[in-house]
C-alpha cells in the first residue's frame, strides 16, 4: 500500500510542470497569433516575401526636435515591407507601427511605467544600433510610425503611414455601391438639411419615403428643390447623412 501511495505521489509531481509547461505555450503561442491577427495596422511579414525595403533614420536635431526621417511611408494593401532602420542619435529611441488611437494609449502607459516591450510591430534600438521590422500591410487606412518613449513622440517622434487599397480593389468597391434615385424638395443650406422624396435605401434595407437627410456644405451646394439625383445615404454620427450625389 506505501509502495503504491508513494509511486502515485511521485508520477503526480512529475506530471505537473509538463502540464503547466504545455498549456503556458500553448496560451502563449495562440495570444500572440490572435494579436498579430486583430491589428487594424496588418501582421508580421514573411521576410522571405519582401515587397520593399525602407530605409528609417531616428535622430535628435540641435534644436530639440527628435525625428523619424528616411524613405517614404505610403503604401499599399497587401505589400511586405522591410524597414531598415538605423538610430543615429544619441539617445535611445523605438520604432513602433500602429494606429494614432493605440500609439496614444501606449504612450500614456510608457509615461506612467517605463516598460520594455516584445512585439513584432515594433522595435527599441540603442544609440548607433541597427534593427529590422518586417511587416505585411493587411488593412488599408491611415497609420502611424511612432517612438513612445517619454517624451520623444511630443518632440516630433512620429510618422504618417499610408495605406490604400490597389486599384483593382477600389474599382470593386465602387461598383459595390448602389446609389437610390429620389427628387429633392426641400433644402436647409444654413442647417445643413435637405429632404428627399425617394426610393428604397438598399444599403440600408429602408423603403421608399420623403425624409430629412444631413449633408455637409460642399454636397448642399449642388443640390437645388425639384432636382432628381441618384445618392448614397450612410449614418454619420447617428445622423443618416448624403455622402454621395450624382
Known amino acids: 500500500m506505501k509502495n503504491l501511495l508513494l509511486t502515485t505521489a511521485l508520477a503526480f509531481t512529475f506530471a505537473i510542470p509538463a502540464y503547466a509547461g504545455g498549456t503556458h505555450a500553448k496560451k502563449h503561442d ?27 533614420i531616428l535622430l535628435e536635431t540641435d534644436d530639440g526636435e527628435m525625428l523619424i526621417k528616411g524613405d517614404d511611408m505610403t503604401f499599399k494593401k497587401g505589400e511586405t515591407i522591410l524597414f531598415k532602420i538605423k538610430n543615429e542619435g544619441e539617445q535611445e529611441h523605438e520604432f513602433v507601427l500602429d494606429t494614432v488611437e493605440n500609439n496614444a494609449k501606449h504612450k500614456i502607459e510608457m509615461a506612467k511605467m517605463m516598460m520594455e516591450h516584445d512585439d513584432p510591430n515594433r522595435i527599441t534600438l540603442d544609440s548607433g544600433a541597427s534593427g529590422e521590422v518586417v511587416w505585411n500591410f493587411s488593412n488599408d487606412g491611415t497609420f502611424e510610425a511612432a517612438c513612445l518613449i517619454p517624451g520623444h513622440y511630443e518632440s516630433g517622434m512620429h510618422r504618417e503611414v499610408s495605406v490604400s487599397m490597389e486599384m483593382a480593389e477600389m474599382k470593386m468597391a465602387q461598383a459595390d455601391v448602389v446609389y437610390t434615385k429620389g427628387t429633392i424638395t426641400k433644402v436647409d443650406a444654413k442647417g445643413g438639411k435637405v429632404t428627399i422624396d425617394h426610393g428604397p435605401l438598399l444599403n440600408l434595407d429602408m423603403p421608399g419615403m420623403k425624409m430629412v437627410f444631413r449633408a455637409d456644405e460642399e454636397m448642399i451646394a449642388k443640390m437645388s428643390e425639384g432636382q432628381n439625383i441618384e445618392f448614397v445615404a450612410e449614418p454619420v454620427k447617428g445622423k443618416l447623412t448624403v455622402v454621395k450625389l450624382k
Do not use: H
Not at 32 to 54: F, L, W, Y
Open 30 to 56: 495562440e495570444v500572440s497569433t490572435e494579436k498579430a491577427e486583430a491589428m487594424m495596422i496588418g501582421m508580421p511579414g514573411d521576410s522571405s516575401k519582401v515587397d520593399r525595403t525602407i530605409n528609417v
